[in-house]
């Protein structure tokens, strides 16, 4: 295991630094407060770090204000891991309670920050959810008639999207833990095993290299090729001619690597070799194209201009992009995807993910993480083989 991993958590300072551009872009919008509710940006903002958000039973709250650091609303069960953060107003209930899960300690919260007449900033676009019941949302809304709400998708999406070298690292480390058990794979894996037993011992390999987590882990394995890569394994064994693919999204401090790696079972048939050669020169594009300044629709026709000739035609189906940003969730905004003309900037962290049919029921799949810089991207993965590796039928 590396010695030269990334610190756990991050200093006041990173968290300072946040609340002032967030401040910054409140004031451009006219906004009074930001009033959060989802795990990300909640932990954006204070650094609260805890698997208790696997609860639907609890609301959780962050008020943002113009001036000033963010007033947590918690249930009184998250108040000391919440302390132990750079957040010093919490104030909480106990909860769960039905007749008022927090709303006159919310409604307070928000009145102090706005005043009577402000505007309170609220997720409401595309990629976004209201983590609290809609019933609540209405009665906080009744018990503050003279605020307006307004939609800050954009305020909360221009902040994430730009990460801080401290969360580079960490998506950096997530990836070197998830490379080093891909680099394990042929000898914990091979014929004969079922899937289930694969994604079992990959998932021990990510954890014996580092990794937090595995909350992700999807593909799937099929003759010369595979047609689902996003359910559980099944119990089918693997065989000679099979192309497996797995794709993880594995956690280090909060902070996830989201790419795949094909293998093929025996010795592969000449279409792989050209569809596995296919998608990987899309990526090596991707990799060319990925500058600064450059639109999420250029950086997907650059690969899809390499796929898309030696697609199968009579294949039919589209995951509709080819990437996503990458951070604290497992696939963040912007896409890249021929209707996205999101401009890349120094800091984003993004997925290349080309693919294509080979056949119907077929495909090969293709991802790498990067770090867009001014200049060349920073590859977060290790690049993956231009000849698709060889797992063993013995």
């Known amino acids: 295991m590396a010695d030269d991993r990334p610190p756990r958590g991050f200093p006041a300072a990173e ?43 609890r609301p959780w709250f962050l008020v943002v204000p113009a001036t000033g650091k963010p007033v947590a609303v918690i249930p009184g069960i998250g108040s000391e891991a919440m302390g132990r953060t750079w957040i010093e107003d919490i104030r909480t209930w106990s909860s769960p309670h039905p007749g008022d899960d927090g709303l006159t300690l919310l409604a307070d919260a928000l009145r102090e920050a706005a005043g009577e007449g402000g505007a309170v900033g609220l997720q409401m676009g595309p990629e976004t959810h209201l983590r609290m019941p809609l019933r609540d949302l209405e009665r906080l809304r009744a018990a503050l008639p003279g605020l307006s709400w307004e939609d800050a998708s954009g305020v909360m999406r221009r902040l994430r999207q730009v990460k801080s070298k401290a969360e580079i690292a960490k998506i950096a480390e997530a990836c070197r833990i998830a490379c080093d058990a891909f680099d394990r794979l042929p000898e914990i894996a091979g014929a004969g095993m079922t899937e289930v037993e694969v994604f079992r011992a990959f998932k021990i390999a990510c954890l014996q290299a580092g990794a937090d987590d595995v909350d992700y882990l999807v593909g799937g394995a099929g003759p010369g090729g595979y047609g689902d890569i996003i359910s559980p394994p099944s119990e089918r064994r693997l065989q000679a001619g099979d192309v497996l693919i797995l794709d993880v999204g594995l956690v280090f401090d909060g902070y996830y690597c989201d790419f795949d790696r094909n293998f093929s079972v025996g010795p592969p048939s000449d279409p792989v070799k050209r569809a596995y050669e296919a998608v990987w020169l899309a990526t090596e594009a991707g990799l060319a194209a990925a500058r600064a300044g450059v639109t999420c629709a250029d950086l997907f026709r650059a690969m899809n201009a390499v796929t898309a000739p030696l697609a199968d035609p ?58 867009i810089t001014q200049e060349a991207p920073r590859l977060l993965t290790r690049r993956a083989d231009r000849e698709i590796p060889v797992l063993s039928t013995s």
């Open 15 to 57: 968290f300072e630094s946040r609340l002032a551009r967030a401040q910054a872009l409140m004031d451009a919008q006219g906004l009074d407060a930001l009033l959060l509710t989802t795990e990300p940006d909640i932990r954006w903002f204070t650094g609260f770090l805890t698997q208790f958000w696997l609860s639907p039973t």
């Open 314 to 371: 009579s294949a039919g189906g589209a995951v509709g992009r080819l990437g996503h940003g990458l951070g604290m969730v497992l696939t963040e905004f912007p896409s890249i995807a021929d209707w996205d003309d999101t401009v890349l900037e120094p800091g984003y962290v993004m997925t290349l993910e080309p693919g294509m049919a080979t056949a119907p029921g077929k495909m090969m799949v293709h991802e790498e993480n990067v770090a």
